[in-house]
């Protein structure tokens, strides 16, 4: 579920998915598109076929949020690849994997607002068994956000066909990864560590991490086509979409994530840009505030910079600039879905991407890079050249 697109995959898939379409990406300029629903659904009508066929990937879903609107939501291709079932952006579900964890960070911020997290407590305060210390430093959920806990990351059984989620508490306490770090002094991405905070919040509101996500997040978002519960319910089963590896190779089955808040919600890309939405504006959706805007604020700029002039992170969401624009977001990546949301915070625009196929030679997996990069050139450019920060020798101490 770890973000692992390379750059040079990115170049690649860019390059042939305009070769295919006979289209060149739009290039940077001073002025840009207009960001219209005309003009996304002509850009994309470029793009995303020619790059699901090239690629061996069944489908794909685009949405596109503005000014506290959808702007733009569409599915592609397949959602069943061998029944032919389109993609429905209102009504196929895709997996978004660890943008999941958006939601377990707002259910989190919550219960902070509520009073009953501290982020800066020692995390066993609030659970019934014990995370061990580090050089006699303890876990906070501030760490845990910012993914400076120290936490080993483990993959085992992380992602099964089983026909039912484990308990959540049981799979934390059946294995606790060493701590690799002392909390806060180095980044390192865990599973484990936000399925704790998921937990946490079990425990504070006094409900299952599924029953107080619906009632705290989904309802007043009015995401009716979501869910954290694995299996999916009946209800919602009918409408997910089949994962796959390439268009001839479906997965096994559906997708257990062993950890569930770290991710394993389905959604609609309709429903993801209600979420999109609700940050955008801090917190609100139409007459309904999941969070307050000062909460909200918090966890979009309290940014934490592990190296010097390198993106960082906040609380949950990690910085991803591009073109002189303020941009948070998360990836997600099941075994078979592949899936970013991107929210240009100055602009009051959102954007998410998600398909469900990695695709030949992971082309399904870096076509969200390669959207990402084409709808900042063509829709906001940059103001200017924008000029290396480092010198060369910098850049590679940095990088030793």
């Not at 086509?225 to 997910?240: E, G, I, T, V, Y």
Request: charged share 20%; hydrophobic share 40%.
């Amino acid at each position: 579920m770890n973000r692992t697109i390379l750059k040079s995959m990115a170049a690649f898939a860019s390059a042939l998915c305009a070769l295919v379409a006979g289209v060149a990406l739009a290039a940077p300029s001073d002025a840009g598109h207009a960001l219209t629903a005309a003009d996304v659904e002509a850009y994309l009508a470029g793009l995303i076929p020619a790059a699901l066929k090239t690629g061996q990937v069944p489908g794909a879903v685009v949405v596109v949020v503005k000014d506290g609107q959808i702007l733009f939501e569409k599915g592609y291709g397949f959602a069943d690849f061998e029944k032919r079932i389109p993609v429905d952006a209102a009504k196929t579900l895709f997996r978004p994997g660890s943008i999941s964890k958006l939601f377990t960070w707002t259910a989190v911020m919550q219960q902070v607002e509520a009073g009953k997290i501290d982020l800066d407590a020692d995390v066993n305060t609030y659970l019934d068994f014990k995370v061990p210390p580090r050089n006699g430093q303890p876990v906070t959920m501030r760490q845990i956000m910012k993914h400076l806990a120290g936490f080993e990351e483990t993959a085992k059984d992380l992602i099964t066909y089983t026909d039912a989620t484990p308990s959540l508490g049981g799979v934390l306490k059946d294995y606790i990864p060493p701590r690799m770090f002392d909390p806060g002094t180095t980044p390192a991405y865990s599973n484990y560590a936000t399925a704790i905070a998921g937990y946490v919040v079990e425990r504070t509101s006094g409900q299952s991490f599924d029953d107080y996500v619906e009632k705290n997040i989904f309802a007043p978002l009015e995401m009716r086509s979501s869910s954290f519960r694995q299996p999916l319910p009946k209800s919602l089963a009918a409408n997910m979409s089949l994962g796959y590896m390439t268009a001839e190779e479906p997965l096994k089955g559906y997708e257990i994530v062993s950890v569930a808040p770290a991710g394993s919600l389905a959604s609609t890309g309709e429903d993801m840009g209600k979420f999109m939405i609700a940050h955008l504006q801090n917190g609100r959706y139409g007459d309904k505030q999941i969070l307050k805007p000062e909460t909200a604020l918090r966890m979009h700029t309290e940014i934490t910079h592990s190296y010097p002039y390198l993106n960082g992170i906040a609380l949950g969401f990690y910085e991803q600039n591009i073109n002189g624009h303020r941009v948070i977001a998360h990836g997600g990546d099941t075994v078979a879905f592949h899936s970013d949301l991107l929210l240009f915070m100055d602009d009051n625009i959102g954007l998410y991407v998600s398909t469900n196929a990695r695709g030949k030679d992971g082309l399904g997996q870096s076509l969200r890079q390669t959207l990402f990069e084409g709808f900042a050139d063509r829709y906001l450019p940059a103001a200017q050249a924008q000029e290396a920060k480092v010198d060369a020798a910098t850049a590679k101490a940095h990088a030793a």
